[in-house]
């Protein structure tokens, strides 16, 4: 006979897998309610065996009281795109009385075991991850700690997440450079471990042909990392070729602006020779010259409302997973340039 897994449990019990698992891991005690509908449901499942040593239901006061740590995982500080949205978080945090810790580093490999060990020995709240994780990685997150994902989610998990549409953000920016009458379109893209970057090509593949558009590989380029030398070299080569595009998407407003110097650098004329449009709307869209034209993303908004969501999960751990899509709530909008000077 098949053995029950953690989400036949979860379905039977009424709760998420990550309550399960908290039970079963003893990671963090669950209030009684929810304790005895795993119980139970365990029990009728015939894997009562699994709770051996599991915590009981209630905590004990001053446990509950040093759970006061928020921890956000942001791949790189270095990024301006996070700034805000660590804002919104902190805004959050500070309004839930919990003391917000920042991890920096990318979570593969032992760097995500670290960080479940700080979780567990911290009794810390809850995490806010900005980084893109496996169904596998969240999975092991989630048996340790409440986690809320913002900006990047994993498509095929159950875990709460806020973020805007990219699909339907990088195709307002595709019909806005179509109606000024471009033609052919280039791409500045990031790294396809995020979904950002995923859902962006595929929005913009699926525009050239819906459209009748030239698709020219040598107009795509991806990025590694937003590293200004690097992308300042590739552009310069995709902007030199026989035939340019007249018009780019970058995928960030850093990738944005060093388009723009590159232009500039070999003669062309931004907006007149080729028109460039970014994504993020940071500080960089209204300082470069001339201004970005850009996807403006709610980012402290994204930031605060990705805290909220933890804290409706620590104040009621059965509640069901929560998604936000910012195409309904938090709409990711075009800001020409015209309006940033």
Known sequence: MKKPRNIDIARMAGVSSATVSRVINKTCAVNEETYKKVIK?????GCEDRLKGALPARENPKERESRKIVIMCVPSISNPFYDMIASGIQAAANHFGYELMIYSQMLNGQRLNVLIDIARSNRVAGVITLEPLSREELERLCAATRVVQC????????????SVD???????ALEYLKSCGCSK??????PMRYKYARHRQESYL????????????DWMLQLSSVDLSI??????????RENPPDAIFAASDVFAAVAIKTAKAIGLNVPGDLMVVGFDNIDMATISDPAITTISQPKFQMGYVAC??????INNPSAEPQRVPAS??????????????
């Open 41 to 45: 449901a365990m029990d009728a499942l």
């Open 151 to 162: 900006c990047e989610y994993c498509e095929d998990s159950n875990v709460s997440y806020v």
């Open 166 to 172: 990219d699909r339907l953000a990088t195709r307002t």
């Open 185 to 190: 379109f280039g791409f500045i893209n990031g």
């Open 206 to 217: 699926n525009f050239l042909r819906e459209n009748g558009l030239q698709r020219n590989d």
């Open 231 to 240: 992308s300042s070299a590739v552009i310069m080569q995709m902007l030199s």
């Open 308 to 313: 909220n969501l933890l804290a409706d999960q």
């Open 328 to 341: 309904s709530r938090l709409p990711a909008v075009m800001t020409e340039a015209s309006t940033l000077s």
